[in-house]
């Protein structure tokens, strides 16, 4: 049983963020997604437009996910590899070689996946015109 961990938002749920899912859960047999609570968001300087529990919603509905914790501070990551045993951790490529990941590899492997080009949330946000207050994202 290969246990695969990945983090993050996941606002206004897209195509992006299924392919990484499909592509994570391909890569072992238990995906554990850890999404960002709405607290730990503003600390990454992100507003999402769902808030925590609709997010936990929307990805426990995806297929290729089993499992939803929060992510709630940038140190848990050691823990959360520990906790839920996990094999390896997976990210998008826009994470690539960033040391909140590659610490990791003392405790499991750490892959980056291609992002998806041509989708992202701030775009979705853009083009659907919301108030300017509602696109504050880093
Ligand atoms: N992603 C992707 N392609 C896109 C958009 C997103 O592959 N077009 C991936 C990202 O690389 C990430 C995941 O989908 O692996 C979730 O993206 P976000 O919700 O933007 O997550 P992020 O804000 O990067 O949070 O501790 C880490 C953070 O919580 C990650």
């Not at 997604?33 to 968001?41: G, K, L, M, P, Q």
């Not at 501070?73 to 839920?84: A, F, G, M, S």
């Not at 045993?85 to 996946?113: H, K, N």
Request: net charge negative; hydrophobic share 35%; charged share 30%.
């Amino acid at each position: 049983m290969k246990r695969i961990l990945t983090y993050g938002t996941y606002d206004l749920l897209h195509y992006g963020h299924i392919r990484l899912l499909k592509r994570a859960k391909a890569m072992g047999d238990y995906l554990v997604v850890a999404i960002s609570t709405d607290e730990f968001n503003a600390l990454k300087g992100k507003k999402a437009y769902h808030n925590y529990e609709t997010r936990k919603e929307m990805l426990e509905a995806v297929r290729y996910v089993d499992l939803v914790i929060p992510e709630t501070d940038w140190e848990q990551k050691i823990d959360d590899v520990k906790t839920y045993a996990i094999d390896t951790v997976v990210m998008g490529s826009d994470w690539t070689d960033d040391p909140r990941f590659e610490c990791l590899r003392d405790y499991c492997e750490v892959v980056y996946l291609d992002r998806t080009q041509g989708i992202s949330t701030t775009q979705i946000k853009k083009e659907l015109n919301l108030p300017q207050e509602e696109l504050f994202e880093s």
